[in-house]
């Protein structure tokens, strides 16, 4: 009976009876790395740009559909959307992280008020989406390869 030759691998780069040889040549796997070094290239460009894409898509569609002028209406008032109850304006003291915070309590209210029960519904199944995505954050500020790093603050 004669031995087979050992077939490689593509994906290991070992025989496929997966036993050692230390005599046996290393295969080099050019096309996974010049396809891994493709996928990389395509990654440092195509995710920059939908980064910036994010803030074109949020700001612009809000100014154009006319939602950001809406919630300006609002704090504006002094009043909270679809009621009488002033908005409350302070919350730190520090005039751009209050001016957010009354922007962000003027575009949640009707959301989580519940006079409107199908926004409140959505609102549920978005903080389901959301608190999936933060435990994911958390779990990764958790994993000792981000101790001490901007990711685990």
């Known amino acids: 009976m004669q031995a087979a ?40 460009v195509l995710l920059p740009s939908l980064s910036l894409f994010v803030f074109y898509a949020i700001f612009y569609y809000a100014d154009i559909n006319g939602l950001r002028a809406l919630g300006e209406q609002y704090i504006a008032s002094g009043t909270l959307p679809g009621t009488n109850e002033p908005i409350r304006t302070i919350y730190t003291g520090i005039e751009p992280i209050d001016h957010l915070l009354t922007t962000l309590t003027a575009f949640f209210w009707p959301t989580t008020d519940g006079s409107h029960p199908s926004l409140l519904l959505h609102s549920i199944a978005f903080s389901g989406t959301f608190g999936s995505a933060w435990v994911l954050i958390t779990l990764e500020a958790w994993r000792k390869g981000n101790a001490w790093t901007i990711a685990a603050l």
């Open 5 to 44: 030759s050992p077939i490689y691998d593509r994906h290991i780069n070992t025989p496929s009876n997966h036993r050692f040889n230390p005599q046996s040549p290393a295969i080099p796997n050019v096309i996974h790395s010049q396809r891994r070094t493709a996928n990389m290239a395509i990654a440092k």
